[in-house]
């Protein structure tokens, strides 16, 4: 039984991995790597002037690595149930258990279908917090727009999914804020350069 299993590993997966894992919650990625980030090119992601898209997920996988994410590159999720706790994953491999669940599949809907989330029209039905219909099932990225596809879209939902996630943990809402005095503290006189 791990915190947060995460369906998908694409910019909305991995981001909210990369939250909720920074914040002490055990988070497990599935994916089979069919991102649509391998077949672009970023321009448009703030802050960064420009990127292949390959090489944003070999950086962002690293950043999740480096917090130690349960990453599964290559399982797929077959199906998904809830139970009395949380949510049971079965895959093509190990079966996996968590407390929350985060769909984060790219414009494949099928497993919120299964799991009887409500859906809006073609897409499935969230609120700001990406919360669906089922409590404690988030949705993310490609999976709740019926276009407007992009990747920081889809990490933005991603980080909101793990936000709503840690302040439902910890009965307040939760920020995730870091100070210069945190990177010197990690990095010592190396922080502007790491
Ligand atoms: C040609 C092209 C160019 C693009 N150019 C840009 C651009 O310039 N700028 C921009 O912002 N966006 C661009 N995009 C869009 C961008 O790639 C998407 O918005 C973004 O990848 C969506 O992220 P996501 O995390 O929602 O889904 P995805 O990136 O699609 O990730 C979903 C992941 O879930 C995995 N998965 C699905 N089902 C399962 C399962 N059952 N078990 C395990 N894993 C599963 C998939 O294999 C995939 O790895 C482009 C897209 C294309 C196709």
Same mark, same amino acid.
């Given at each position: 039984m791990t915190d947060v299993v995460i369906v998908g590993g694409g910019p909305a997966g991995l981001t909210a991995a990369l939250f909720a894992q920074k914040n002490g919650l055990e988070s497990t990625v599935l994916d /089979?790597?069919? /991102?649509?980030m391998h077949k672009a090119h970023l321009f448009n992601y703030p802050g960064i002037g420009s990127i292949d898209g390959s090489a944003y997920m070999e950086t962002l996988r690293e950043q999740v690595d480096s917090f130690g994410v349960d990453r599964r590159q290559g399982t797929k999720a077959t199906g998904v149930e809830e139970t009395d706790d949380g949510f049971h994953v079965a895959t093509d491999g190990d079966a996996v258990e968590g407390r929350y669940l985060v769909l984060a599949t790219g414009a494949n809907r099928d497993l919120a279908e299964s799991l009887g989330c409500a859906f809006d029209g073609d897409v499935v039905d969230v609120d700001v917090t990406m919360e669906t219909s089922v409590d404690g099932a988030y949705a993310t990225g490609a999976m709740v727009r019926i276009e407007e596809w992009q990747a920081v879209i889809s990490a933005g939902d991603g980080a909101a999914a793990a936000l709503n996630i840690l302040s439902k943990e910890k009965g307040e809402h939760y920020h995730d804020f870091d100070v210069p005095s945190d990177a010197e503290a990690v990095f010592g006189g190396m922080a502007d350069e790491a």
């Open positions: /089979t790597d069919g /991102t649509w």
